[in-house]
């Protein structure tokens, strides 16, 4: 399974200005204001892999995953893809060619495809963009090529995005990826916007696409269930930071940070093995102002002085990798 | 155990359109006996949002309720005035929808918006209004209530602002509590905490509860009975553990195979094939047959009603013998 790093992330910032207007700030006296969106982050994905960032809404998945193909440009960190950094200053002049490698799959198959085109031209659309074929009727092929491997019929093509449902339009997606010749497809919640029986159709198509043409995912979701049947390796995000990290098995098996441990808690117990989920108290706090130390201390039972203060950073703790004093003290097993 | 609050009949929800008339709900029955909760699970355009809004009488025109009854606590409420329906919502039956921000007034205080909510359905003052509402805000488990009751709700975060929608739905202790996706819009660790809200209040104040959803974890977790929908009609409907531990109709048995779950190692999930058929191609017979894996010729000529089958009631042919004439 695992081979060279195909992505490598690290020490990943990205703040987002949120300051009001100078004018304001000049009369009213008030202060910038900065969300920190991510707030060093590092991991590598290897090729081939599925990986994750699980996480509740504003702990910044979806930034990493923007920022990793980019739309959205880092504050300080790097990224490297193949070894070669594709962020920031100091990325090279062959970063195009790289990026073309690159997709993304997004959350709102309603908002992502663009109305007025039809759906032969969507999918054309990287085609044509990157000249990877000659000729129009090559071009055409090839997406009648794309619609059926996706579970749709070349006729399709002539049809806009409105007359499809959900599901398909998510297709139309996954076909519009797969268009530019891909090795590494960002998937930004590509499911939660679907009915549970579309999202097993997409899942499993996700998953055959992957094993056929030897794709790498990066995978963000908040629904843990759907992260345990679909990645390798999975990385647990709070207000920026990755918390926990660790392949699929030892992560759910035995979750280490007691962040993690909270969010497996919370899933619905389907089973009805009469166990009544603790709920835990309090709720993200906002990423303006982010607690002092372990982003997490106030929500957290094991909390003592040193979280309050301390940062923890990712350390190694059997089999996983976790930021937490009580772990790494064995306060917490 | 007594009558029935909540009593539908043969429910049907009818929007008429130049091309022929669409039924978003048809012949759905159903009851909810005081202090349960029943479950109301289905996919996108199942029909189960419409049926909350029959029946508290917020259906937006054209469509309309085209035959059945509603009945609460034995009198009829559908077809009343809209002023009769009116003071029922609210008084009788409270609502809480999926969205927490457009349900509040963003110009006023929520206190400003439950005291008049109170005003408007209790027989009180403006200072015992004001006390009731602080008393609500409390037990639906907002710190600091006193402070924060002066706030507007955008002050609010998403989990607090759907306590609020809910204390809002208590003001006047109604009977019935029509929840439609009351968790669908907050983060996993707030669902939790809202989930036991719904639960502790209905168990706590004898209040019923309607509880609509796409997500079987909620209902496991909050239900007592549970209905399955499918293009506007109840497919399986009895008590959530007979439901989903041994769900009988094949559309229910395909959406439980569908959920992936933590522990469960499967290299690809059941799938149902298709989707559910829009409203103006729903087929004839049993709506599922044409994705139904163990569909029998009756299925595409008859339309199965629901029957029991141990404490379940299910619509499916697989059930019952298949009905006399011909074959």
Partial sequence: ?333 | MSAPLLEVEDLRVEFPTRRGTLVAVDGVSFSIARGEVLGMVGESGAGKSLTGNAVIGLLEPPGRIAAGTVRLAGERIDGLPHEAIRRIRGRRIGAIFQDPLTSLNPLYTVGEQIVETVLTHLDVGARAARRRALELLGEVGIPAAAERIDHYPHQFSGGMRQRVVIALALCAEPELIIADEPTTALDVSIQAQIIRLLRRLSAERGASVLLITHDMGVIAETADRVAVMYAGRIAEIGPVRDVLKAPLHPYTRGLMDAIPAVGRDVDSLAQIDGAMPRLHEIPAGCAFHPRCPSAVAACGRDRPDLAPSGATEVACWLYRPEPAHGR
Avoid at chain 1, 37 to 54: H, K, M, N, Q, Y
Avoid at chain 1, 141 to 168: I, M, T
Avoid at chain 1, 183 to 201: G, I, K, M, R, Y
């Fill in chain 1, 1 to 333: 399974m695992a081979g060279d790093p195909l992505v490598e992330v690290d020490g990943l910032v990205r703040y987002f200005d949120v300051s009001p207007p100078l004018l304001n700030r000049a009369v009213e006296g008030a202060g910038r204001r900065i969300v920190r969106a991510v707030d060093g982050v590092g991991f590598s994905i290897a090729r081939g892999e599925t990986f994750a960032l699980v996480g509740e809404s504003g702990c910044g998945k979806s930034t990493v995953a923007r920022t990793i193909v980019g739309l959205h440009a880092p504050t300080a960190g790097a990224i490297r893809y193949r070894g070669t950094e594709i962020a920031g200053r100091s990325a090279g002049a062959d970063v195009a060619a790289l990026r073309q490698r690159m997709q993304m799959i997004f959350q709102d198959p309603y908002a992502s495809l663009n109305p007025r085109w039809r759906v032969r031209d969507i999918v054309g659309e990287p085609i044509r963009h990157n000249s990877l074929l000659p000729d129009r009727a090559s071009v055409a092929a090839r997406v009648a090529e794309l619609l059926v491997r996706v579970g749709l019929s070349p006729v399709d093509g002539e049809k806009y995005p409105h007359e499809f449902s959900g599901g398909q339009r998510q297709r139309i997606s996954i076909a519009r990826a797969l268009a530019g010749e891909p090795e590494f497809v960002v998937c930004d919640e590509p499911t939660s916007a679907l009915d549970v029986s579309v999202q097993a159709q997409i899942l499993n198509l996700m998953k055959e696409l992957q094993r056929a043409l030897g794709l790498t995912y990066l995978f963000i979701s908040h629904d843990l269930a759907v992260v345990y049947h679909i990645s390798s390796r999975v990385a647990v995000m709070y207000l920026g930071r990755i918390c926990e990290l660790a392949d699929t098995e030892t992560l759910f098996g035995r979750p280490r940070h007691p962040y993690t441990r909270m969010l497996l808690d919370t899933i619905p117990d389907l089973e009805m093995g009469g166990r009544d989920r603790e709920p835990v108290a309090g709720e993200v706090p906002s990423p303006i102002n982010p607690p002092s130390g372990c982003a997490f201390h106030p929500r957290c039972p094991y909390a003592d002085a040193r979280c309050r203060t301390e940062r923890p950073e990712l350390k190694p703790a059997g089999g996983a990798s976790v930021a937490c004093h009580a772990v790494e003290e064995g306060r917490l097993g």
